[in-house]
């Protein structure tokens, strides 16, 4: 291109803006974006989370899914409140007890339980992020708050509390596996005519060495 071009393709500039649009969208390519982020609810995202609260408890609970299909609130963090939050579409999630593979469910009296099968309509909840960092889940169904029996019993409150706020906690990542273990010399054998072991293994070995 010669420069009579150059200075053609500055006089014009709808000649060079399509080349520059190129050349800026080549540079702007998108990214994967991470599923660590809580703030992006994107379907298919995983999350492992303690679902933390202490909003209108007696004491501090995390949301805990146990064996037998009950609900509680555990003071302390245990391998039955690690849970595995994946969104199902934009704002709504699925529930997951990651030690007991049960999905935190909710009836329509707003009773919790952890069931093995997924029900849409039973184990699906609306994520309301708010300002200060909780997050408060509602059945897409019923429209109830997910909200913990109080007293670490899985029984249901005589009386609604309305809302119950709760923190999603990073679960702790799993540990890295220990690297192959390496074996230590033997100490050298200090009635040996070899002890570092140079010369190499003889075909006979005088007694006065034999231990």
């Known amino acids: 291109m010669g420069w009579d071009e150059v200075g053609a393709g500055f006089a014009h500039p709808g000649l060079w803006f399509p080349m520059l649009a190129v050349l800026l969208l080549g540079a702007c390519q998108a990214y994967p974006i991470p599923d660590s982020s809580p703030l992006l609810q994107f379907g298919g995202q995983v999350r492992q989370r303690y679902l933390y609260t202490d909003d209108a408890q007696e004491t501090e609970a995390h949301l805990e899914i146990r064996a037998d299909g ?16 994946k969104a ?27 069931s093995l099968h997924f029900d849409p309509e039973a184990c699906s909840f609306r994520e309301l992020l708010l300002e200060d960092g909780y997050n408060v889940y509602r ?20 009386v609604p509390r309305g809302p119950v706020r709760f923190l999603p906690l ?8 220990d690297p192959p273990g390496i074996l230590a010399p033997e100490p050298p054998d200090v009635g040996s005519s070899d002890p570092l072991s140079m010369v190499g293994p003889s075909q006979g070995r005088s007694p006065s060495y034999a231990s």
């Open 170 to 177: 990073p679960g702790l990542p799993p540990a890295p596996p």
């Open 70 to 85: 009950t609900v509680v609130g555990a003071s302390r963090q245990s391998p039955e409140s690690l849970l595995e939050l």
């Open 139 to 158: 059945s897409e169904t019923y429209g109830l708050p997910l909200h913990l029996p109080p007293h670490n019993s899985p029984y249901p409150d005589p």
């Open 88 to 114: 199902l579409k934009p704002g709504v999630i699925q529930i997951l007890g990651v030690k007991t593979s049960r999905f935190l469910c909710q009836r329509p009296d707003g009773t919790l339980y952890g």
